[in-house]
């Protein structure tokens, strides 16, 4: 049984976004894909990424989606891993990651939902607030969550011009 629940996870992530003032995505450039990232270098956290402790974080979790993360998880005992980690399906699993995020596997679709809506509207670098409100809105109804869209987007527009451009 999980000790956290869905609405709990959804007001988490909202008040993260709110507080961040934007997502964790680099838009493409010349050199680089771009993309969204469960850690950026400038302390931006994506909607899953505010899950995975600091101790568990490596950067061959980028790339794979949160519900494989929870899944590889979810098989693996934390007392059982060495102190460095191991890999498994190319991600070096610790056992800091399997506690910090082991709460979370009942809920694994849902967090992939707001990892999606996260990513989506990311791609929408000017109306991300908006469309992130949106997604989040639709995921809340069709959980039979709360979620005051317009109040997270007058929190969010706020946040987003006082910390000029949404600089975390």
């Known amino acids: 049984m999980s000790s956290i629940t869905r609405q709990e996870i959804l007001d988490k992530v909202a008040s993260h976004i709110i507080l961040q003032g934007g997502p964790a995505y680099i838009a493409p450039a010349y050199s680089t894909p771009g993309g969204c990232f469960y850690r950026m270098s ?3 956290k994506c909607a899953f990424g505010i899950f995975i402790p600091d101790e568990g974080y490596h950067g061959s979790l980028e790339g794979f989606g949160a519900s494989r ?8 005992k934390a007392a059982d891993l ?3 980690g191991e890999r498994h ?3 070096l699993v610790t ?7 082991s709460h979370l596997t009942e809920h694994a679709s849902f967090i992939s939902a707001l990892q999606l809506a996260h990513d989506d509207a990311a791609r929408h670098r000017e109306g991300f607030g908006q469309i992130f409100a ?4 639709a ?7 709360v979620f005051d869209k317009d109040d997270f987007l007058t929190k969010f527009v706020f946040r987003s011009v006082s910390t000029e451009g949404g600089r975390a």
């Open 95 to 101: 056992a800091a990651l399997v506690t910090g995020v």
């Open 69 to 76: 993360i929870l899944h590889i998880c979810s098989q693996i």
């Open 89 to 91: 399906e190319g991600i």
């Open 42 to 44: 400038s302390g931006r």
């Open 134 to 137: 949106a997604r989040i809105a």
């Open 139 to 145: 995921l809340a109804t069709s959980q039979d969550l």
């Open 82 to 84: 060495p102190a460095e």
